[in-house]
Every structure is written in structure tokens, then in C-alpha cells.
């Protein structure tokens, strides 16, 4: 069932807990099946039984049979049953003991605006820097970053471009400038929505680097392309085009982009020359 899934629509799965998400789906297609053909039977056999040339006169006592009735709770108790026993459990292990950077996870800031996603790194320190809404420029200074605080010193920001290692705990503190955005990572079964005037923690761990995905894809409609970031969530005018791109790094890979991503902050703050700017 799985399998039929993916091929028809459920793209692979790249994270370590995509895989109970997917379990839970599967039910549920089952359950939505065992509905539609049950039902459909129902159906047919009620305009059979009930036809005109058998029953010419209506009978107002109706049907004395419960067994409508009795599936009717079956199907809640099974209902009950996913929701209860897989469904709320898997989103426990979402959203409590959410990882940080001192259990072993990467932190990373994801602002939304419309229409483009604004990745924010702590930089070598590990510490984020400070945010002033008076510095935000559009083109310059997008999320506000006040490089006057120490801590921000070595942070930097990548436009619809998120980077992070495969096979450790990432963490996302999602929150958006503007209006409601919707954080949506199809392939590592990640959505949440960014809400303005809120910060929400959101964790996945990647098993695969883009290029062991893009393997994946040759000779499919996907051939070529990487993971993508979209943007679930009707956002205005633009939000077709709201969309970011997602590279899962081996560990060395992740390394040299960080190392490659601080030369070329130190590179525009000699170029910028921060303390005479401040």
C-alpha cells in the first residue's frame, strides 16, 4: 500500500520519522477505502431493497435493524483507535523534548515574508545575534540583524537557501514578518505554520544528502531536482513563487559550507567596514 502511495503521490521519505508519519497515512487510506467500497455497497443494496416496484406504499416504521448504527460506532472506534494510539503519539514526539544545540542539534532561525524564506545562522559561536525591527532593509538587512552585538558578529543569512548536515537533529524556530506562512518540507514530512508575533520549534533529522536524493530521481519527473522548501499556506499575490531550496550536506560537505559561507562575511565586512557604519 505504501509503495502504491508513493507512486502515486507520496514523495520518498528522507527523514527518521517520516516513516511512522507514512505508517499512519497508510491506515488511514485503508480506512478511507474500507468507507467507500462499504458504503457504496450500502448504497446499491438500499435502492435495490427500497425500489418503488417492492415497496409501493412507504412504511413509516422504517428499518428495526441496528446494524447501520453498529458500524456507524465501529467506524468511530477504529477512528479513535489511529487517532489515539499512532496519530497523537507521533506528534508528541514532535513537539515535546524538542532538541537544542546543547543535545547535539543544529539550530537554525527560518523568518518567512512574503514571499521569500529568510535562513538565519548563529555563525561559528553558536550564538544568535540580536534583531532590531528598526534595522530591517529589505535588501540589505532583511530579518534586522544588529551587528553592533558581539554575538552577531559571525552570523550570516541566506535567502530561500537552507543548509544543514544529514543524520543529526536540526532544529527550525519558525516565525514569519508579515502574514501566516506554512513551513512545508515535503520529502522529511515537516509542516508548520509561521505566525506573526510567534516563534514555533520544529525538529527533523535528514537520512539522506541531496545527492544520494537526486539519485533517486533519474528517470523521473524529478530528475535533476533537489528538495524544496514550499511555502502550504495562501500568502498573497506572490505565493506561487514562494519557494526555497533545501541541500543535505555529508558532514565534511557541511563543514567547508559554513567555512565557505564565514569567509565570505569576513570578505563583506572589510568591504563594509561595520564599525564606521555603526
Not at 527518521?16 to 477505502?33: P, Q, R, T
Request: charged share 25%.
Amino acid at each position: 500500500m505504501l509503495d502504491l502511495l508513493r507512486k502515486y503521490g507520496l514523495p520518498l521519505n528522507a527523514s527518521s520519522h517520516g516513516g511512522a508519519v507514512d505508517e499512519v497515512i497508510v491506515l488511514f487510506h485503508w480506512l478511507m477505502l474500507f468507507l467507500f467500497v462499504g458504503w457504496g455497497i450500502f448504497f446499491i443494496y438500499t435502492l435495490f431493497r427500497f425500489r418503488e416496484s417492492k415497496n409501493p406504499k412507504a412504511d413509516y416504521a422504517g428499518v428495526k435493524s441496528h446494524l447501520s448504527s453498529g458500524l456507524e460506532v465501529a467506524v468511530a472506534v477504529i477512528e479513535f483507535v489511529i487517532l489515539i494510539g499512532f496519530a497523537i503519539p507521533i506528534w508528541a514526539t514532535r513537539v515535546n523534548d524538542v532538541p537544542n544545540s546543547a543535545t547535539g542539534a543544529e539550530e537554525i532561525r527560518v523568518i518567512a515574508q512574503q514571499f521569500a524564506w529568510n535562513i538565519h545562522y548563529p555563525g561559528p559561536d553558536g550564538i544568535f545575534g540580536s534583531r532590531d525591527i528598526n534595522l530591517v532593509d529589505e535588501a540589505e538587512n532583511p530579518i534586522g540583524l544588529d551587528r553592533r552585538d558581539p554575538n552577531a558578529s559571525d552570523d550570516f543569512v541566506t535567502i530561500n537557501q537552507l543548509h544543514i548536515p544529514v543524520n543529526k537533529p536540526i532544529r527550525i524556530d519558525l516565525s514569519s514578518k508579515d502574514v501566516i506562512h506554512s513551513f512545508f518540507l515535503p520529502e522529511f514530512r515537516v509542516k508548520q505554520d509561521a505566525i506573526p508575533g510567534m516563534s514555533i520549534p520544529l525538529w527533523f533529522e535528514a537520512t539522506m544528502t541531496t545527492e544520494e536524493f537526486l539519485k533517486t530521481t533519474v528517470g523521473s519527473e524529478r530528475e535533476g531536482k533537489g528538495f524544496e522548501i514550499a511555502c502550504a499556506q495562501l500568502c498573497g499575490l506572490g505565493h506561487y513563487r514562494m519557494k526555497g531550496f533545501l541541500t543535505v550536506h555529508d558532514d565534511e560537505g557541511y563543514a567547508d559550507w559554513l567555512a565557505e559561507q564565514a569567509k565570505y562575511l569576513e570578505e563583506e565586512g572589510d568591504d563594509d567596514d561595520w564599525g564606521d557604519d555603526w
